[in-house]
């Protein structure tokens, strides 16, 4: 069974940076899609920002040009790297992790417990 573990949440002042951190047991290259999500009190869950097996990424309007998602395959991680944080930002930061179906294989969807950053004006 897969276990994915967030970590790298912060009390961080507006204007800073952060750097997430999700490690995956076994081989990320078993993953069609990894992501992060975010959810604030009150609000449901959001994607930040994804990445497929092939590279391709994807971003939030709201946190485009400040956030790079990336993987390291030989480390097993998932990192989302964010600068110019706003207390928008604040939430639950949490790792999401696919595979897609295939012949005689049923999809999978996995999720990390989450890591909290705070983002203070």
């Known amino acids: 069974q897969v276990q994915l573990v967030e970590s790298g949440g912060a009390l961080v002042q507006a204007g800073g940076s952060l750097r997430l951190s999700c490690a995956a047991s076994g081989s990320i290259s078993n993953f069609n899609y990894m992501g992060w999500y975010r959810q604030a009190p009150g609000k449901q869950r959001e994607l930040v920002a994804d990445i497929t097996r092939s590279g391709s990424t994807n971003y939030a309007d709201s946190v485009k040009g400040r956030v790079t998602i990336s993987r390291d395959n030989a480390k097993n991680m998932l990192y989302l790297q964010m600068g110019n944080l706003k207390p928008e930002d604040t939430a639950g930061y949490y790792c999401?992790?696919?595979?897609?179906?295939?012949?005689?294989?049923?999809?999978?969807?996995?999720w990390g417990q989450g890591t909290q950053v705070t983002v203070s004006s």
């Open positions: 999401n992790a696919r595979t897609f179906s295939g012949p005689g294989v049923p999809g999978s969807n996995y």
